[in-house]
């Protein structure tokens, strides 16, 4: 149960149909990614556990309410920071519930494949989504 309290942040591969919801970040000097392409989910709050930490973060930043059976993977990164990595997925139409929030410079969905290719993604979040999808054979 430690590894589980001993992490940092948590992000989520939320798909929307069958696109990837994507956050471009604020573009702010000192940011780290500045302006590049995110997912949503963040850093953890005292004694959160990854999936109130991703849930919660979500909710932040789209708008969205998950709830915890909706996460349907889940694996623990020690790189570059330790962090957990979710994937879950909404019917099309949730997109529309979608309220953005006050982080980050918009949102889009695109086709999973654009982003692990997209020199403007993030790369560990990039390879993160790869093994997701290899992993459920999507690839």
């Excluded at 932040?60 to 979710?86: C, I, M, N, Q």
């Excluded at 695109?110 to 692990?116: E, K």
Aim: hydrophobic share 45%; with cysteine.
């Amino acid at each position: 149960m430690t590894e589980c309290l001993d992490f940092q942040g948590a992000k989520l591969a939320l798909f929307i149909g069958d696109r990837l919801a994507v956050i471009r970040r604020d573009d702010r000097p000192g940011l780290a990614w500045a302006g590049w392409l995110d997912l949503p989910g963040g850093g953890r709050e005292p004694d959160e556990a990854p999936e109130t930490c991703v849930i919660r973060e979500t909710q932040e930043e789209l708008g969205l309410h998950l709830t915890p059976d909706k996460l349907v993977w889940r694996r623990r990164y020690a790189t570059p920071a330790s962090a957990w990595f979710f994937a879950a997925h909404l019917p099309e139409d949730r997109a529309a519930a979608v309220v953005f929030g006050d982080e980050g410079q918009g949102w889009c969905l695109m086709p999973p494949q654009a982003f692990i290719t997209s020199e403007a993604a993030i790369p560990h979040f990039r390879d993160r989504v790869r093994d997701y999808l290899a992993a459920r054979g999507a690839l």
